[in-house]
């Protein structure tokens, strides 16, 4: 080999090693930015600090993430759809599958109510936020009607299921993204789960 | 086979240590773009942004108050007024990296805030609520709105915070 033949080899082979260590460190980073754990949730985890990817950083600095610590972003996710919503990213909105708005979706806490300082819940369609009022696709802990042992159900549907006592309209028939916005959380705070009904 | 190995691990380096500043560099970029969408922020110091449709998937529960500040010139005092909800003061580095945090949940009265750059010497008179940042960044003030017959109250409560030189 002569020598500007192996150094031209050395410099393709370091691009080519940079290129396959950068994407499996990318591919790291967002698993672990994007957990979908056992509650059913999509969890970013680590965001607004240096242990999330710069690509999932630059796509979410229009919305001045908190670290974890101060704010928990569930998102739910409907592992059906396989297409992850890339498009959300570059309007600085959460990496996420769609949600099926013909089906019923609940969040169940049956350990009570949550060690918070405040949370809610918030419907969004593809686009975004959705038109009307918060009221109509939002709800803050205040405004949940909880049993008597402090457990609470929050239906997510088209139309109001039978004897629902908190209920978030889905656009109907449309596909659709469930927010939850948890501040202040206590270290011990269980998750509500996210399941279909 | 040393040159081989010599100029792979070189461009190696080399190409990863670009795609790390080339991150921070587009993160910042990002970020001040994001901005430059409201002019009294990008204006300069003493201008808070009360914005309320930063991003499509805001939060709609929350009112936020948004500034970039430079401390070359000395500190700047941030004040927010007395309310009786949850509020909090993040400040972002210019890398977009959480530097600092203060909340509270209401009843606390008035709020200020000197926002000092690390090193800076300079004396600040006792008593303040002094929040070490790094010279330049962004702060970004949360107000929680409690259902819409709340919304303009808390609205008119954000825009009396003020951000002035200390």
């Not at chain 2, 190409?15 to 002019?39: E, M, N, T, Y």
């Not at chain 2, 004040?79 to 909090?88: Q, R, V």
């Amino acid at each position: 080999m002569t020598a500007s033949v192996s150094l031209v080899g050395g410099v393709l082979l370091g691009f080519a090693a940079a290129l396959v260590l950068g994407m499996a460190a990318g591919r790291r980073a967002l698993r672990r930015h994007l957990v979908h754990d056992a509650t059913g949730w999509r969890m970013a985890r680590d965001i607004g600090t240096t242990a999330t990817h710069p690509l999932v950083r630059i796509a979410l600095a229009p919305a001045y993430p908190l670290t974890n610590e101060h704010a928990l972003y569930l998102f739910a996710d409907d592992p059906r759809d396989r297409a992850l919503q890339w498009a959300a990213l570059r309007g600085g909105g959460p990496l996420f599958r769609h949600l099926d708005g013909s089906r019923h979706y609940r969040i169940v806490s049956d350990r009570g109510s949550l060690a918070a300082d405040w949370w809610s819940v918030t419907v969004y369609d593809t686009a975004g936020l959705m038109p009307g009022p918060a009221s109509s696709c939002s709800v803050l802990d205040t405004g949940i009607v909880p049993a008597a042992d402090g457990t609470f159900v929050i239906d997510i549907a088209a139309a109001r299921p039978p004897g629902s006592r908190n209920w978030l309209a889905a656009p109907p028939g449309a596909p659709f993204l469930v927010a939850m916005r948890i501040y202040g959380p206590a270290p011990g705070l269980v998750l509500p789960r996210f399941e279909e009904a | 086979m040393t040159a081989f190995l010599g100029a792979a691990l070189v461009t190696l380096a080399l190409a990863w240590a670009a795609g790390v500043l080339a991150g921070r560099v587009l993160l910042a970029q990002r970020l001040r773009k994001s901005l430059a969408r409201f002019p009294e922020v990008i204006a300069g110091q003493g201008h808070l942004a009360h914005v309320t449709d930063h991003t499509p998937f805001a939060a709609v529960d929350l009112l936020y108050s948004i500034a970039l500040f430079d401390l070359a010139a000395g500190p700047l005092c941030v004040t927010m007024p007395a309310c009786d909800d949850h509020w909090s003061l993040q400040v972002l580095s210019e890398h977009a990296d959480n530097v600092a945090w203060r909340s509270g949940r209401g009843g606390e009265g008035e709020r200020r805030f000197v926002l000092q750059s690390r090193g800076d010497a300079r004396a600040v008179p006792e008593g303040q609520d002094v929040v070490d940042v790094p010279a330049r960044g962004v702060v970004v003030l949360r107000w929680l709105v409690r259902g819409e017959a709340e919304r303009a109250r808390v609205d008119a409560l954000r825009r009396a915070a003020t951000i002035t030189r200390a």
